[in-house]
């Protein structure tokens, strides 16, 4: 039986990490894309196939991607769109670049690479598109403005591309975490500290614990799992003969996805607001 392939970005730690590791005991052939080299060295020394993808640059997209068809002789199994941060802030003092910046990554990357992927996976007659969303996704939660849009934004073109790739083999799925293990918050506090003028806010005295949740580290958050709670829905959403449409992991995403189904907007906005 030829080797399954899967190429997993944002591999260096946290979600990807565990992904990439969970799917080569099953077999795979894993490629870890990270977006820093020295992220890429670090796995290539641990064996693993390592091209550089980072979602910011196009340029790194397309040698990534052709660094993995080379090696597989030209096909694809399974591509899984992780990696994304988070711009932490008030929506009135998001300035437009932050935003720009935000989207580059976590929607234009995932679907300039999306777009290079399909033509792959139709010519040899199968593969599989796995988006790592969120529970943000699904509900907006104050101070997450930015992270909220995109996640949004990702949930939309998902949801259509499904329903366009459903008269072809390809099939395409959405991975919803709540709160997972990962250095989100620790990789938020350069994006933070550039974009926000939170000295300047008309919300300046509010600022004080959203900088205290963001620079200080207090343990897990209620609720949060192991990234191997993503990687268990992760292998089968990849290995399934009729995979979900969509994957929710944690309680949080349960509950949020429930309540968004039965409550008006008024009393989900209230639900949320003490979140």
């Known amino acids: 039986m030829t080797q399954k392939t899967i190429l997993i970005t944002g591999s260096s730690s946290g979600i990807g990490y565990d992904a990439a590791i969970g799917f080569r005991a099953l077999g795979f052939r894993v490629f870890a894309s990270c ?4 992220d890429c060295d ?6 693993f196939d390592s091209p550089l993808i980072n979602y910011a640059d196009s340029d790194s997209i397309t040698s990534g991607l052709a660094e993995v068809l080379t090696a597989t002789g030209g096909t694809l199994d399974v591509l899984y769109n992780n990696g994304a941060f988070a711009c932490p802030g008030a929506v009135e003092d998001l300035p437009r670049g932050a935003l720009r910046a935000i989207f580059e990554v976590n929607v234009f990357g995932y679907q300039e690479l999306t777009n290079l992927v399909i033509p792959v996976m139709r010519a040899q007659g ?4 796995i988006q790592c969303s969120s529970v943000l996704g699904l509900v907006g939660l104050k101070w997450r403005g930015a992270y909220v849009a995109t996640k ?3 949930e ?3 949801d259509v591309l499904r329903v366009e790739m459903a008269d072809t083999p390809i099939k395409v799925i959405l991975i919803e975490p709540g709160p997972i293990t990962s250095d ?3 990789n938020a506090i ?3 500290e550039k974009w926000i003028d939170w000295k300047g806010s008309a919300r300046a005295a509010e600022y004080d614990a959203l900088r205290e949740r963001l620079y200080t580290d207090s343990g897990p958050d209620t609720f949060e799992l192991p990234a191997s709670a993503v990687t268990k829905k992760l292998i089968h959403a990849a290995t399934a003969k009729r995979p979900r449409a969509r994957y929710y992991v944690t309680t949080p995403t349960y509950l949020m996805g429930l309540l968004r189904r039965i409550l008006s907007t008024r009393l989900l906005d209230a639900v949320i607001s003490r979140a």
């Open 35 to 38: 977006r820093a080299q020295a």
């Open 42 to 47: 670090r796995l290539i020394a641990e064996d």
């Open 126 to 129: 199968h593969g599989r598109i």
């Open 152 to 154: 949004f934004a990702l």
């Open 156 to 158: 939309g073109l998902t």
């Open 184 to 186: 989100i918050r620790q």
């Open 190 to 192: 350069p994006h933070f």
